[in-house]
């Protein structure tokens, strides 16, 4: 079965002002990243719909969603807080960001598709329930994560997020979701600068020191996450791809390289192969350094491809 690459043109019109990192380049950098190695002759492109607001409020209270919809500015700028931005067009990005993952759910539950990369911006794992914040409007991947167990009956979807910030809005959201395993390793101390919880049946978030490699971040994964997720059995997993721990990337302090985003998206595809029958969504976060985010999310889709 094919791999959905799901994504809109509304998502390059998401302005966050000129020197902003998250910027619509990152998305252009991947997308012709796509074409100059011929990926993209082989992905099925998808336009991510708009989401629904009853799929949004499964994870966002109303006055989140009121919020962000009021900010949206009629021109120039409005500033959620001093790193979260919004230009005319950002809302409907936000909401085709959010949409890209309810469909690529609805594709690969149904199995029309194998799996799914969802390129979208602006990024999600940030935003909280009641909070935008770190660049993220809407959690998209916890919207996907609640459709598929509420819409598709599911009984237990795992949440992997190597991105080099703490997924905050994602853990908060699915604290006390026992059908929700979510498994992290982020640098700290470092942005957001949130509460760290113990971990617990259905969280496994382990903090890398600013100077972790390659050594430190495969350790988390094969003696924290991989023991928990085999326990767990997901039926679907949910991929919080940020590629900000590159030794390239300025953004942070953990070094990793291209080799370890390949292994860490082969261990994802293996877990999925084992209980998951290889059912992949993953959805783009940070990374902000556009030849190493290029080439890792090239690698990471031809994975989930089965394209090694």
Known sequence: MPTAYISHPDCLKH????????????????????????????????DAPEVRREHLLRVH?????????????????????????????????????????TAAVDLVVSGKMSSAFCGVRPPGHHAESGQAMGFCLFNNIAVGAAHALEEHGLNK???????????????????????????STYQHPFFPFTRQLDNAPN?????????????????????????????FEPELVFVSAGFDAHVDDDMSNVSLTDADFRWVSEQIVSIAERSASGRVISVLEGGYELNSLARCTEQHVRILMGLH
């Open 15 to 46: 302005d966050t002002s000129p020197a902003h990192p998250e910027s619509p380049r990152r998305l252009s950098a991947i997308e012709d990243r796509f074409v100059e190695t011929g990926l993209s002759d082989v992905l099925t492109y998808i």
């Open 61 to 101: 209270t109303p006055r989140h969603v009121e919020t962000v919809e009021s900010m949206a500015p009629s021109s120039g700028y409005a500033h959620l807080d001093p790193d979260t931005i919004m230009c005319p067009e950002s809302l409907a990005a936000a909401r085709r960001a959010a949409g890209a993952v």
């Open 157 to 183: 979807v795992a949440i992997i997020d190597f991105d080099v910030h703490h997924g905050n809005g994602t853990e908060e959201m699915f604290e006390n979701e026992p059908r929700v395993l979510f498994c």
């Open 203 to 231: 969280r496994v978030s382990i903090p890398l020191d600013a100077t972790a490699k390659s050594p430190e971040f495969r350790a988390a994964v094969v003696d924290h996450w991989l023991p928990a997720l085999q326990k």
